[in-house]
T-cell receptor, first 116, second 112 residues
Framework: AQTVTQSQPEMSVQEAETVTLSCTYDTSESDYYLFWYKQPPSRQMILVIRQEAYKQQNATENRFSVNFQKAAKSFSLKISDSQLGDAAMYFCAYRSAGRTGNQFYFGTGTSLTVIP | KAGVTQTPRYLIKTRGQQVTLSCSPISGHRSVSWYQQTPGQGLQFLFEYFSETQRNKGNFPGRFSGRQFSNSRSEMNVSTLELGDSALYLC???????????FGPGTRLTVL
């Protein structure tokens, strides 16, 4: 089974600064998707960004961007100009592209604190 | 477009009881997945339904079951509740399978 590892249980960043959250994964598949989800204290999981493994270009969504290193099986999330509303638990997730079904594998999460 | 809804939002049950949780996916979404979230185990996949058929199942005992109706709404049932079943149960829907999942707010189950 695929495994997703987030080695940083907690991170903090000053408001307006930049922070990078790390994620590594283990797979033997060549085609897959990677995601970052955000779970604020309200508990609703929100999709932040998605990356297709076959695309070399790193995905970006406004202040959020990823550094996808396929050979290294690394998928980090960079948050620029951090805002108080970015404070949340961030989960990295993997999904196979080739199989039927939609099973996601999640990391254990990184709790991000934004310091005013 | 309305998001994924889950009912009830909070439940308190006692050991040995059974419980049914409900999930209404985003309109037009045919795939519904269920996850159990606990502080110790994180997010663990329970099962996935697509067009009323169970496509994938996680490593949970048979006490956990689910189903999906023709309107894509899904229910999950846990029988003979144990203390360890206390968790946040998340439902996620997607238009197709595989596809990006969108999550509901969750049902917080407490087993006493």
């Amino acid at each position: 089974a695929q495994t997703v590892t987030q080695s940083q249980p907690e991170m903090s960043v000053q408001e307006a600064e930049t922070v990078t959250l790390s994620c590594t994964y283990d797979t033997s598949e060549s085609d897959y998707y990677l995601f970052w989800y955000k779970q604020p204290p309200s508990r609703q999981m929100i999709l932040v960004i998605r990356q297709e493994a076959y695309k070399q270009q790193n995905a970006t969504e406004n202040r959020f961007s990823v550094n996808f290193q396929k050979a290294a099986k690394s998928f980090s999330l960079k948050i620029s100009d951090s805002q108080l509303g970015d404070a949340a638990m961030y989960f990295c997730a993997y999904r196979s592209a080739g199989r039927t079904g939609n099973q996601f594998y999640f990391g254990t999460g990184t709790s991000l604190t934004v310091i005013p | 477009k309305a998001g994924v809804t889950q009912t009830p939002r909070y439940l308190i049950k006692t050991r040995g009881q059974q419980v049914t949780l409900s999930c209404s996916p985003i309109s037009g979404h045919r795939s519904v997945s269920w996850y159990q979230q606990t502080p110790g185990q994180g997010l663990q996949f329970l099962f996935e339904y697509f067009s009323e058929t169970q496509r994938n199942k996680g490593n949970f005992p048979g006490r956990f079951s689910g189903r999906q109706f023709s309107n894509s709404r899904s229910e999950m049932n846990v029988s003979t509740l144990e203390l360890g079943d206390s968790a946040l149960y998340l439902c996620a829907s997607s238009r197709l399978a595989p596809d990006t999942q969108y999550f509901g707010p969750g049902t917080r189950l407490t087993v006493l």
